[in-house]
């Protein structure tokens, strides 16, 4: 038995995997409501409550003191790569930054642009906008059993640099009550402003409410499990959120001109957090893809995680055999996977074809890991098929656009009876009102 279900191109039972989308489960909507009354009704109680049933029974307090967080060290080596990781998460939003204000004016608060008079000498007012940071954000950071110190550097660095002000970093408490180190270090690293022991929905309830003694949030940005993601779907409209994040997913295609292993590991590396994670594999004939698979149960056997990945591909994974490039780039963007790996002679052409993938990592050369910890873009990208509509979490995520408006007599003259023309049309005659109450006086 083959470890992938393998299919040809065209084949309808691939609609499984390409009309996939977040999935709505009634009784975790029902524990939700009542996990986010709770918080909403009793603060900090709730939520220390939540986390000793759920993380630890040791916990004491949900709070981490800013001492906790500066004093934290981890072996030097460990040291050494968060700050290499966090330099390059750093140099790639700030040139994402300069690429979006350029050309606006720097102010107070942020950068702004306006569109001034159009003829020299002619006073007319102008319109414009404003580029602002937000001034809050809350980072969740999966925790508990594992420890994910890069969630941490690739959420917060990007708001930083945006110019958030605050940032805050909720995250479970080990089974002892305390955070792994590498967290706090990755904390120091990105200008996290403090840390919260908490997790789950608690979580996500007590940045988006608040609570005495802590200010809610602007915005919630970060991956979590499946209370995290209910969640946030039930707080749209009372807090700013990223997109969906579901399961990990990737697709990986190989038309035999790259290493087999290296297409195997990279397809392992996606499927290795859990056992719902997606796995596509995308190959260029069915020599390829047999050559594939045998290389990916090569390296599953006696690995740390084989059940979990194989669990993951046998019910979540698929093969696609297709017959060129073209075919290929149908299947990427009919799936739109999270993460995307051309293994191909043409990958920088192909790559300039795919509309719908949260990131994608061109040749041999480009690991999927180096994009989950290091290369610089941040690794929160959009799920479930999201990539057809969202983004990953970018600098753009932390900051708003302003518009301002500041008319002249001269256009008020002009523009108030095309005011009162739609007052009259939509039937708000008010609104008709505004501009000729304005010119009575003259």
């Known amino acids: 038995m083959s470890l992938l279900p393998i299919y040809e191109f065209g084949d309808e039972r691939l609609n499984r995997w390409f009309d996939r989308s977040p999935e709505f489960d009634p009784k975790l909507a ?50 050494k790569a968060l700050r290499l990781a966090a330099d390059r998460i750093q140099d790639f939003h700030e040139v994402q930054l300069s690429t979006l204000v350029d050309g606006w004016e720097e102010l107070p608060l942020g950068w702004g642009w306006r569109m001034d008079a159009i003829e020299e000498g002619e006073d007319t007012g102008f319109e414009g906008q404003r580029l602002l940071p937000l001034e809050s954000v ?24 945006a110019g958030v002000e605050r940032i805050v970093v909720c995250t479970p ?5 305390t955070v792994d180190p590498a967290v706090l270090v990755a904390c120091q690293l990105a200008g996290v402003t403090q840390l919260v022991k908490a997790g789950g929905a608690a979580a996500v309830g007590l940045l988006a409410f608040g609570c005495s003694g802590f200010v809610r949030v ?51 590396t996606q499927v290795e957090h859990a056992e719902d994670n997606v796995g596509v594999l ?3 004939g069915q020599r390829v893809a047999d050559a594939v698979i045998a290389e990916c149960e090569g390296l599953l056997i006696g690995s740390a995680r084989e059940d979990v990945m194989r669990s993951a591909l046998r019910n979540h994974g698929v093969c696609v055999v297709v017959k060129d490039d073209e075919e290929a780039g149908r299947v990427i963007n009919r799936f739109a996977p999270e993460h995307l790996s051309l293994h191909c002679e043409n990958g920088g052409y192909l790559a300039q074809q795919v509309r719908n993938c949260g990131c994608v ?82």
Not at 400 to 423: A, Y
């Open 30 to 79: 029902a524990q939700v409501v009542e996990i986010l009354g709770n918080v909403f009704d009793r603060g900090e109680a709730a939520v220390l409550e939540q986390s000793r049933r759920f993380d630890s029974a040791l916990l004491e307090s949900i709070w981490l003191s800013p001492e906790d967080i500066a004093n934290a060290i981890v072996p030097e080596e460990d040291e």
């Open 138 to 161: 809350g980072v969740y950071v999966p925790g508990g059993k594992g420890t994910y110190p890069s969630s941490v550097l690739m959420n917060a660095i990007p708001a930083r640099v």
């Open 173 to 177: 408490a080990r089974e002892d009550g």
């Open 218 to 268: 602007d915005k919630v940005v970060g991956p979590g499990n499946k209370f995290v993601n209910e969640a946030k779907r039930q707080l749209w409209g009372s807090v700013g959120l990223d997109s969906y994040a579901g399961p990990s997913e990737v697709a990986v295609y190989a038309d035999g001109s790259c290493s087999a292993k290296v297409s195997a590991v990279d397809l392992l």
């Open 282 to 284: 995308i190959c260029r």
């Open 361 to 442: 990592l061109i040749g041999p050369d480009t690991p999927q890991a180096a994009g989950d910890f290091v290369s610089g873009p941040s690794h929160t990208l959009p799920t479930s098929g999201a990539a057809r509509f969202s983004s990953p979490v970018s600098v753009l995520d932390f900051l708003k656009v302003q518009s301002v408006s500041s008319l002249t007599r001269s256009d008020l003259e002009e523009l108030s009876p095309v005011v009162e023309r739609f007052g009259a049309m939509e039937g708000f005659p008010m609104h008709g009102r505004g501009g000729a109450v304005r010119l009575e006086s003259d």
